[in-house]
């Protein structure tokens, strides 16, 4: 059975807006995660000395908002996602979604269905031949009527913007038009929950840019809650909240604006400092206030205006 | 070794209904010692292109010739394969499809278990390749399965894998993608090293801009298999309607300057030194405070 996990637990790091976000989506609860014989060395007291991939994480993300997941290689980002949809279990401690516990198998169907994962690589997830087949599948698989798995194949096709080449073959779309293939696979069964791990590891820039875009749209109008795990912090600017783990623990928690305050502190937790922010970081020692979370092009130009325009209107009022 | 590309085309399926034409009358040079980096969008090429500098892929018209060796369908023998695997180390775009052993102490040992190394010497490889690419090498790591590796840890060993060969040139098919920043600099460091002492040449296939503008002497742009940009970074960053007509963006920094141009901002004269932070900062804060400078950056009279 299902025990609910206390709605009122709220983290610290909950993100200012917090009245437009929902109940807690995922809870979890000091959740420690260890994986079984991870050396081939023939005793099995060298695994025990082996550090817990997750060693004690509590996190609570709320409905609708988007958490971007941040850390060094081997942090244990991928398990953390993957203890979220049950294809693991927790050594110890508890995981919720939506109140289901992930302990419970009897409930694995259902928090699969809420929530759905993206990965790095496309092809894996990709099965049929033709897009509208592939994202049908799904839904098929799991016995909906006929009619319902054509409506729903088709608008999750339109709201990742591939209902053009929905007669086509994977193999012939893009890197970028295969993961958005695989987001739609992943909608079609209308999960609540997005999990996104380094979607964009493998895109050229541009299909990166469109990537971002979509996770946002889905997030904004649709309220898709999302688990977006990266590297780069330029992706994570425009998350409601980041999250970075260190060594199977929570290290880091807040808005963007707090986190990237310190880009010395994000140096040492081994994440890549893009160069917008090496520029950022420059130009306040010369006495120029640009803000440390414009990392984008399109950001970082604005902060500039506002400043040219502060500094002319300076000028104006020593003049007078 | 440098690297002879001439009008290589190169068909996936060939005959078959699913035919693909992957790589279109190419021709380029990548001369001894320098560093090159392909780019391109998606299903551009880069991984077709790359796979044909040590015989993965043969050409299915033209003349691929690395370090004088022909590559060329009819002309290759499996000696001559071998000989061209030992001197061009590829990493794959997937590291899985790369790693094999039980250990990995044993898969990064392969590769100089194969040119018949002493056992010693192939110990010191392995312990120096996993450095090279920032992991541990005690003896609890070294006898874990590969494969109980996170992502990032896993491109990590199929590159010292490449690496311990010590192999004259290195093709990497996006050896940075999902690697965090301590892994990065170590990497950079190990090839800046080997390119510097022993004149290796490298190809790297990426993604990131602004890693290409800093690793490159010389930048491909493929666009549908077709060759359609090169030259060094400063030059081939500068066309920025090619650049976006070929799909790609320019590095962050490029677009930071030319998005403040249009915003009619001073971002300082152009200049043919590449773009850094350490360059641009200075002469972005003399063209913000400058006009001012009487009263200082902060607005106040100095
Ligand atoms: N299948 C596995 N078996 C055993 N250990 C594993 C397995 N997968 C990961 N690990 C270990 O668990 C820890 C966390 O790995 P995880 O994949 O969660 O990291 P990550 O943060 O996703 O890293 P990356 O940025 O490299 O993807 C690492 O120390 C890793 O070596
Ligand atoms: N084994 C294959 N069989 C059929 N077509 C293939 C095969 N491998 C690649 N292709 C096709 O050839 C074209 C070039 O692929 P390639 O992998 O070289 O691109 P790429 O530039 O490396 O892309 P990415 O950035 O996604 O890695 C693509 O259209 C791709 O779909
Ligand atoms: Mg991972
Ligand atoms: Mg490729």
Not at chain 1, 268 to 274: A, D, F, G, Q, Y
Not at chain 1, 308 to 317: A, F, L, N, P, V
Not at chain 2, 12 to 23: I, K
Request: hydrophobic letters at 45%.
């Amino acid at each position: 059975m299902t025990t609910q996990p206390p709605l009122v637990a709220q983290s610290i790091g909950a993100p200012e807006h917090a009245p437009t976000l929902g109940e807690v989506a995922l809870h979890l609860e000091n959740v420690v995660y260890r994986y079984p014989s991870i050396t081939n060395a023939p005793t099995s007291l060298l695994a025990a000395k082996i550090a817990p991939a997750l060693a004690g994480v509590t996190l609570d993300v709320r409905r609708g908002e988007y958490v971007a997941l941040l850390g060094h290689n081997g942090s244990g980002k991928s398990t953390l996602a993957r203890l979220l949809n049950a294809l693991l279990l927790p050594t110890s401690g508890h995981v919720y979604v939506l109140g289901h516990n992930t302990a419970d198998r009897s409930e694995h169907r259902a928090i699969r269905d809420l929530v759905g994962m993206i990965f790095s690589d496309p092809d894996n997830q990709i099965v049929a031949t033709i897009v509208e087949d592939d994202v049908a599948w799904g839904l098929a698989a799991r016995g909906y009527p006929l009619a319902q798995v054509h409506a729903r194949a088709e608008a999750a096709i339109n709201a990742v913007g591939l209902s053009a080449h929905k007669r086509r073959a994977p193999n012939e779309l893009s890197g970028g038009q295969r993961q958005r293939l695989a987001i739609a696979g992943v909608l079609a069964l209308e999960p609540v929950c997005l999990i996104a791990d380094e979607p964009t590891a493998l895109l050229d820039p541009q299909a990166r840019v469109e990537m971002l875009g979509l996770l946002h749209t889905l997030n904004r109008e649709r309220g898709l809650t999302i688990i977006h795990v990266t590297h780069l912090l330029e992706e994570a600017a425009l998350a409601d909240r980041i999250v970075i783990l260190e060594r199977g623990r929570i290290v880091r928690e807040g808005t963007p604006t707090e986190v990237f305050a310190d880009l010395e502190s994000l140096r040492s937790l081994k994440l890549i400092i893009p160069e917008l922010g090496v520029l950022g970081e420059r130009l306040r020692a010369l006495g120029v206030d640009i803000p440390p979370d414009a990392l984008t092009p399109q950001l970082f130009v604005a902060a500039l205006e506002r400043l040219e325009g502060h500094y002319r209107q300076t000028q104006h009022g020593g003049a007078q | 070794m440098s690297i002879v590309v001439e009008h290589l085309s190169y068909i996936y399926n060939l005959g078959a209904p699913q035919e693909h034409v992957a790589l279109r009358d190419v021709s380029l040079t990548i001369p001894d010692g320098v560093c090159a980096a392909i780019i391109g969008v998606t299903g551009s090429g880069k991984s077709t292109l790359t796979q044909h500098f040590n015989g993965l892929l043969l050409p299915t018209s033209g003349r691929v010739i690395v370090d004088g060796l022909d590559v060329t369908a009819k002309t290759t023998r499996p000696e001559h394969l071998l000989e061209l695997r030992r001197r061009v180390g590829l990493l794959f775009q997937f590291p899985e499809a790369q790693l094999f052993a039980p250990t990995i102490a044993d898969d990064v040992a392969f590769g100089p278990r194969q040119l018949r190394l002493k056992d010693k010497v192939v110990k010191e490889r392995v312990r120096w390749a996993l450095n090279a690419v920032a992991l541990p090498t005690d003896t609890e790591f070294l006898a874990r399965s590969p494969f109980a590796l996170s992502g990032g840890q896993r491109r990590r060993v199929a590159l010292a894998g490449v690496l311990a060969m010590r192999p004259l040139t290195l093709a990497l098919d996006e050896p940075s993608a999902g690697l965090d920043a301590e892994a990065r600099e170590e990497i950079y460091a190990c090839l800046d090293d080997l390119r510097a002492r022993e004149g290796v040449t490298l190809v790297i296939v990426s993604h990131d801009m602004s890693e290409v503008a800093h690793l490159a002497d010389v930048i491909f742009a493929l666009a549908g298999g077709e060759l359609k940009l090169s030259g060094p970074p400063e030059e081939v960053f500068k066309r920025t309607d090619e650049i976006l007509a070929c799909g790609l963006l320019p590095p962050p920094l490029a677009q930071t300057v030319a998005l403040a141009r249009e915003h009619g901002l001073n971002v300082g004269a152009a200049s043919d030194a590449p773009l850094t932070p350490d360059a641009l900062a200075p002469a972005l804060a003399a063209s913000l405070g400058a006009e001012h400078a009487e009263y200082g950056l902060n607005g106040h009279r100095t």
